[in-house]
Nanobody, 125 residues
Framework: VQLQASGGGLVQAGGSLRLSCAASIRTFSSYVMGWFRQAPGKEREFVAAINRSGGSTYYVDSVKGRFTMSRDNAKNTAYLQMNSLKPEDTAVYYC???????????????????WGQGTLVTVSS
């Protein structure tokens, strides 16, 4: 399993970016997908997750109403649409995948088996 995250970049506060996570998984629809981020000097934190069908999404409180996670199972790709970006959103964003997660573990980074390489998002004030 390989995950390729892309779409990061430099954006001004209030701007938008869309991250993509392309997965080389034969049965992509069997995997829960998650986004995590790690800011300089801080621990990795959960950002968002989506269930296998794409029908349910979960977010950390700090991004609710601004970020939207989605997936296209036909394209083996998950997305994170980030709007109204703030300087505190600056971080390396990682996508993750796991086949056996239950809902209670979606926000737990150590529960995911597969990780992408990360894409840097920088929000200037």
């Amino acid at each position: 399993v390989q995950l390729q995250a892309s779409g990061g970049g430099l954006v001004q506060a209030g701007g938008s970016l869309r991250l993509s996570c392309a997965a080389s998984i034969r049965t992509f629809s069997s995997y829960v997908m998650g986004w995590f981020r790690q800011a300089p000097g801080k621990e990795r934190e959960f950002v968002a997750a989506i269930n296998r069908s794409g029908g349910s999404t979960y977010y950390v409180d700090s991004v609710k109403g601004r970020f939207t996670m989605s997936r296209d199972n036909a394209k083996n790709t998950a997305y994170l649409q980030m709007n109204s970006l703030k300087p505190e959103d600056t971080a390396v964003y990682y996508c993750a995948a796991d086949r056996s997660l239950i809902v209670g573990s979606y926000a737990t980074g150590t529960a995911y088996d597969y990780w992408g390489q990360g894409t840097l998002v920088t929000v200037s004030s």
